[in-house]
């Protein structure tokens, strides 16, 4: 017992005790700079009080101000991973209520509902997802009793305890199937819903709120007066192309509304329309069979031919099982321009799916997902090719500070590995 607790212990102090950033130079690797370009061969990273100052060709650098110079040995260098949607630090077992945050299906309040102070930097998901190279991520309840899901968070996923980086950074409300079912039956009173929510909260913003005859509780309203004054981006779950233009014309209506599409697993046959409005896509990676009605013109093509027509798209980690594999899925689009008649990305697009254009619509701009002059130093070394399968993370670095790749997953692993079966079981092997 004592040994435990002194592990405990030390768990909580190295928890508390966030680690400096380092000054390091990277040389000799393939940079992936994420901004959409192709990979860099014997390339260069430099960091610098937490911060990229260069990243690129060895001919672009003459000289390095730190004796902290790594040989990659032609290793692949990245920016870290961004994961969004995401449930990451609302649960640890998902199947367990006590332990899921992730569905205040019996809440009171909807669009009120901040995310900020229920995530727990401890979760093993996210210990699990920074080894897998993802280093920072949007999280959010999902709506369940309420179209609105509540204001979602940015958080980092660094081993310390301060993760939340932008706290109310967007709003969440689900259309479509998901939203009639929790409306009343009908996209017909979903519309409704919406329309009257974002009407009392502009009332409200406005001081012309009334009580007595509002649907909306208070702090509802007063939580979605920064989306209807555009301070707030609004995440739009919405999967059939009526539905996407009509969520379009919303924006015709409010122009103020900074909108995302969500899901948009018929985005390509509103592409043309999506761009011409400006509005950023989070769209499922790989969608190749209907999931549902609203799912019927479901392609795997989805996502490169919005990108043909102009529309900024990052791949919606929530979609899959594991947010982890978003490097699986972006490569898979790159497997896509090799089969006929369908539509992929270039490496180089497909990796700005899940870095820098996932980094932009969460509002970290070119600070985030990035390895350029004066974005964040969170940086990835791969052992491979990162959109190849078998490719693993070996070294992660957040804000500039060299994160612990272990967790429960890995323990068990090595734990497991050269198992002498003359021993006993571990439960009894102290």
Known sequence: MIRRALLAAAATLALAAPAAAEDFVIVNATVVTGDGSEPVPDGVVIVAGSRVTYAGPRSGVSSFETDMVMDAQGKWVTPGLVATMTNLGLSDVSGVSESNDSRPGKSRWGAALDVAPAINPSSQHILVHRGAGITRAATVTSPSGSIFGGQGAIIDLGADAQPVTKARAFQIVALGERGARISGGSRAATFVELAEALREAAAYANGRWDAESAILPRADAEALGAVVNGKQPLYVGVERASDIRAVLGLKREMPKLDLVLLGASEGWLAAREIAAAGVPVIADGLDDLPASFEELAATQSNVGRMVKAGVKVAINANAMENPRNLNQYAGN???LTRIPGADGLSWG??????SSIPAQISGLGAKGGQLTPGAVADVVIWDGDPLEVGSV????????????????????????????????PKAYDW
């Open 393 to 424: 993370p070996t070294d992660v670095y957040i804000d500039g500070v060299k994160q612990p790749l272990e967790s429960h997953q890995t323990r068990l692993r090595d734990r497991y590995k050269d198992l002498d079966e003359s021993d006993q």
């Open 333 to 335: 689009l790159v497997a």
């Open 349 to 354: 697009q497909a990796f700005a799916t899940i």
